[in-house]
């Protein structure tokens, strides 16, 4: 079995991840509208019919505004643990009652040869989760939405082929910045959301010889740059002794309006 997977958009503006293996494809979130969400699936070959499931991260608008649309259209089933389910409220519209699958955080679902594991996270949600993806010896996370990378969350994530990390924003173009200082204070808080540094802080502790691929995801458009998220996170690595770049751990870009490429776990020989 091959796992590819491909982040059709990562940001304040809407999210989603596309995962496959020969057998199966899960969409984790649509947080744009669901005829935005289609057109960036067939940007990379894939019609919304070709899909076997919708898992949620949490109820934010960002991560959750086409998936209603998308399930009723394809008829497909909406995983999410009961908390969010309940937080979900009317946010999805009417659901065939076979269609909502309660997920525990914690529990693993299987789709075929695709093993698909959630974990709790520090974020101000009902009970927001990461994703853990598992195909025969691959292991693809999802870490976004987080205000801290708990021990916990390491332990979860730790000996990943790819990881798709968050790096919000940088702080001080945060403090800077325009918002109002309740908006900041949340954004800084421990349910809020991971700045450059302290992804690259987390990366030193996470990051095992498996490790090939980072993406660096959920940035800010307002207090943020790709170009400056990879050289804080590169330079802490550096500073670790850890070589990134292309050369051992490659750091890649995500984008808030067009898909990644799609990629591959396990580097052909």
Known sequence: ??????????????????????????LVDAGLSAKKI????????????????ILITHEHSDHIKGVGALAR?????????????????????E?????????????????????????????DAAEPVGYCFYDGEHKLSLATDLGY????????????????????????????GKYPWNIKRRILGDTGHLSNEAAGEALCD????????????????????MDLAKLTVNNILEDRGIEADGRKVELKDTYFDRPTRWDRLGRES
């Open 149 to 176: 990378v708990s021990g916990k969350v390491k332990e979860k994530i730790i000996d990943s082929d790819a990881v798709i990390l968050e790096s919000n924003h940088d702080i001080e173009m945060l403090r800077m």
């Open 38 to 53: 289609e057109q960036l699936m067939e940007e990379r070959g894939v019609k919304g019919a070709e899909l076997d499931a």
């Open 95 to 123: 659901l065939a009652e076979e269609k909502i699958k309660v997920m525990e955080t914690g529990s693993v679902v299987e789709f075929g040869a695709l093993q698909v594991e959630s974990y709790p996270i520090s974020h």
């Open 206 to 225: 996470i990051l095992s010889g498996q490790t090939e691929t980072v993406y660096l995801a959920h940035l800010s458009r307002d207090h943020n740059l």
């Open 73 to 93: 259209k394809h008829d497909l089933p909406v995983y999410a643990n009961e908390k969010t389910w309940e937080a979900l409220n009317k946010h999805l519209g």
């Open 1 to 26: 079995m091959t796992m590819r997977y491909t982040i059709l958009a990562s940001g304040s503006t809407g999210n989603s991840l596309l995962v496959e293996n020969d057998e199966t494809r899960v």
